[in-house]
């Protein structure tokens, strides 16, 4: 899904007014929905404070419209990643929303066709899964050897489980911002 530059506006300003709404009480500003905000898709809701992570939660496969999984996502990202403690009032003017809206995934049979600052990765082991926004990989400057080995630390599994039969790796995309 290529969104319009105004649907990004929209879809910033609703992530915004929903933590505002539980931050301060305050009313959801309102917006006429428009239709392609109302198709299902995986989307992530990022919170930085001053350039570093303060929390970032999403859906992987498309259950919601995007609209919807925007509002509940940013709930979740502020106020309930078990990594931070809730955002509070006192800091809500130093947090930077980034919405990322993925593409279905897809199931890859070798690391060749990864490509770092293009691909997110999600890795599944046994009841072991995690996965890394493309956008990671490119902040850090990973190559894709070491973009797997992390997503093998977020799934909870050793380093090189990447390496292993039984281990399912996904690549997707996203639109950032």
């Not at 009480?25 to 898709?41: A, D, V």
């Not at 509002?71 to 990202?77: D, G, H, L, P, T």
């Not at 930077?96 to 993925?102: A, F, G, H, Q, T």
Request: one cysteine or more; aromatic letters at 10%.
């Amino acid at each position: 899904m290529s969104l319009s530059e105004e649907e990004k506006v929209q879809l910033k300003k609703l992530a915004k007014d929903t933590i505002e709404g539980v931050l301060f009480g305050k009313q959801e500003g309102t917006f006429k929905i428009p239709e392609r905000l109302k198709e299902k898709s995986g989307a992530f809701v990022t919170l930085k404070k001053r350039g570093e992570l303060r929390g970032c939660i999403g859906y992987i496969q498309a259950v919601l419209p995007l609209y919807e999984t925007i509002r509940k996502m940013a709930v979740q990202s502020a106020f309930h990643d078990p990594r931070f403690n809730p955002v509070d009032k006192s800091e809500w003017d130093d947090i930077e929303i980034e919405i990322s809206v993925l593409t279905p995934m897809k199931k890859i049979t070798s690391i060749e066709e990864i490509t770092v600052g293009v691909h997110g990765l999600f890795i599944e082991k046994g009841i072991n899964s995690g996965l890394l926004l493309p956008q990671v990989a490119t902040e850090n400057k990973w190559d894709e050897e070491t973009f797997l080995e992390y997503t093998c630390y977020k799934a909870g599994l050793p380093k090189d489980a990447w390496k292993s039969k039984n281990a399912n790796i996904y690549i997707f995309s996203a639109e950032v911002f």
